[in-house]
């Protein structure tokens, strides 16, 4: 079906292709029209149904990567489309031009693709090659296809390499370019060669601009988004910034919590920027940027030492492998070697030691910042918490009244309500003190509990408790609360309010092992459980506190075990709780009274005193031949 020429004869004879030479009669060749109709045949109705079916995984992979917001799925998924797209148009027609010199869109308009030179066959290879560059073709825009209008033999690029041509069975009446076909396709391209480079030329200018406009490369990184914002409010004015100062403080702020990776990648980018020699520092930043990439930090870790195995940078180094594989004394031996003033080195102390909960080791680093400006927040509430845990309750409400004229409202109120929940768990008399105020004060705002902030949420779920006098509603709250670990809370406390105790310790013991559980909140879960346990519960309660991964809960409950406990006169337990907190440290003054007045059946309990770090491991060995 080939669309009829005004200029063509009436009386058009079949071509015989068997005597095809080089020297073509005009009359054969493909009128671009029809080749034009064939494709559009070959792309929007042969293969246009094909792909769709063979993309619908693609299709519902990408919806789904959307939805979820994975950039990474969605461009992988969009470049798995294109290459079916691209697959299957190059099969396609590899296919039939090799064994039936056409397509099917060809056929139609009946074209056929046959060799240039007389005597040769097209070759499979000749076929697969002209498909891959008539898709290049395509991702050109199409444009270099515009040669049917200049090329003598109307033969476009994918033609021109596989020295193929495209003929029509009937006599089409086509004859070669005219000159002023061949000067407009020309001029065209002429013109997109000219726009192009004008648009290139444009864009170079406005870099030259740009450039002119500060003095150094360095300067245009510290424009606005060039470096990190925090480091920039941090930095003294008028003080003379040396090598690496920048850098070494982001690090400091990033310890702290204070700036994220981003603030590091940035300050590493404005030093490379500016031409400052790489240095220790420089590696050890770049293996936090990549922390996501084991392999890739690890060798930035590697560089480190690599100059100074003394410095300060190499100690940190050492540091954060151990920390990575939980060898705290490897850790501890590192940071006491290491040489002070470096200000992320002992953040890292105090971040160490209060996650051990060795709260004097954390007040002696604590106390190296104390001129840290920059690190002012994340001092004061270390300071209050570490005060607080060493039972050095007046000096932390001090530092607490200290810390919440300093901090931001909303970190201050966090604050006091972490204090506030310590203290009620010990009564509520502690309404009537400086943290539980600061809450209330925060109550009078708004009276829906935000459940995401767990330190306020519990702080004043406790006062409610103490103002219901035992009458409050858990069930309400049960049902109105959407954090599982909440509701696990209210429910185990409904049942215990209903005087069933079994129910309850189950579901308090289902919540001190959920992952996602505050430490505070499993603290609560704990003391709860023990109130109403008999025999056989506080010796499971006994073996979940063993197993607590976090240090701080671990010492926290272990003490209200233990005053639990002595208070039930089960001496026995009572006393190997108290050995296991006396050999690290961490026997609250309140349960050591509590097991004092009990008889001692241990003589361990009644007359070794001496620190934890002086003992053997006898002790640790003998407790366990005794579990």
């Known amino acids: 079906m080939v669309l009829p020429d005004w200029s063509a004869p009436k009386s058009q004879p079949k071509v015989k292709f068997e005597k095809v030479s080089a020297k073509i009669d005009p009359s054969q060749l493909a009128r671009p029209l029809d080749r034009l109709a064939a494709v559009i045949v070959d792309i929007c109705v042969v293969l246009a149904p094909v792909y769709y079916l ?32 691209v697959g299957l148009i190059v099969a396609y027609q590899t296919f039939f031009h090799y064994f039936f010199r056409a397509t099917l869109g060809k056929m139609l308009f009946d074209l056929h693709v046959i060799p240039m030179f007389e005597g040769q066959r097209l070759s499979c290879w000749d076929c697969f090659i002209r498909a891959w560059f008539w898709v290049g073709e395509i991702l050109f825009l199409g444009l270099p296809m515009l040669a049917v209008f200049s090329n003598n033999k109307r033969r476009p690029m994918h033609d021109r390499i596989c020295d193929t041509i495209v003929v029509s069975r009937i006599s089409a009446g086509v004859n070669s370019p005219a000159l002023w076909e061949q000067g407009l396709v020309r001029g065209f391209f002429g013109l997109a060669l000219a726009f192009v480079m004008i648009f290139a030329l444009l864009q170079l200018r406005g870099i030259a601009d740009r450039l002119k406009q500060d003095s150094t490369l360095a300067a245009l990184i510290e424009r606005e988004g060039g470096a990190c914002e925090v480091v920039n409010k941090n930095m003294t004015e ?15 702020l990033y310890a702290a919590g204070l700036a994220d990776r981003s603030c590091l990648e940035a300050e590493v980018e404005r030093e490379i920027a500016s031409q400052t020699p790489v240095g220790a520092v420089t590696y050890l930043a770049q293996a936090f940027v990549y922390a996501d990439d084991a392999e890739v930090s690890n060798s930035y870790l590697d560089e480190v030492c690599a100059a ?40 890292w102390g105090v971040r160490h030691f209060m996650k051990q909960a060795r709260y004097d080791k954390a007040m002696a680093f604590l106390n190296t910042l104390v001129n840290q400006k920059p690190l002012a927040e994340f001092s004061l509430v270390q300071r209050v918490k570490a005060l607080y845990n060493s039972y050095q309750e007046k000096e932390a409400e001090a530092a607490l009244l200290q810390a919440v004229t300093a901090l931001s409202e909303s970190e201050g109120l966090d604050l006091s309500a972490w204090v506030c929940a310590q203290q009620l768990q010990s009564g509520c008399q502690a309404l009537e003190k400086t943290a539980c105020r600061q809450v209330h004060a925060g109550e009078e705002r708004t009276s829906e509990i935000d459940f995401e902030m767990e330190n306020e949420a519990l702080a004043r779920v ?5 103002k219901s006098e035992g009458q409050m509603d858990y069930l309400s709250f049960s049902e109105a609360v959407n954090n599982e670990d909440w509701r696990t809370f209210f429910l185990a406390n409904l049942k215990s309010q209903k005087e069933d105790v079994k129910a309850s310790a189950h579901l308090f013991s289902s919540l001190m092992l959920s992952p996602e559980a505050s430490d505070l909140l499993k603290i609560e879960a704990a003391r709860r459980w023990a109130q109403f346990a008999d025999q056989k519960q506080l010796g499971d309660l006994f073996e979940q506190w063993r197993d607590m991964p976090s240090r701080e809960a671990w010492v926290k409950t272990g003490n209200i075990l233990v005053q639990r406990v002595s208070l039930l006169g089960h001496q026995e337990l009572a006393q190997k709780i108290a050995r296991y907190l006396v050999n690290t440290e961490s026997l609250s003054p309140q349960a050591l009274v509590a097991v004092a007045g009990m008889a001692p059946a241990d003589p361990a309990m009644k007359t070794d005193r001496r620190p934890a770090t002086d003992k053997t491991d006898k002790t640790d060995k003998k407790a366990g031949e005794e579990e």
């Open 54 to 85: 063979l993309s619908s995984p693609f299709r519902n992979w990408m919806t789904a990567s959307f939805l979820m917001g994975s950039e990474s799925d969605f461009i992988h998924t969009a470049a798995g489309m294109a290459g079916v797209a």
């Open 238 to 252: 008028g003080q003379e910034v040396k090598e690496h100062d920048r850098l070494n403080l982001a690090m400091t």
């Open 308 to 347: 100074d195995k003394e410095s300060v940078e190499c100690h940190m180094s050492h540091v954060v492998s151990k920390w990575s594989d939980e060898d705290w004394e490897a850790v501890e031996e590192s940071l006491k070697s290491a040489p002070q003033g470096s200000g992320y080195l002992e953040v």
């Open 462 to 466: 406790l006062a409610l408790e103490c």
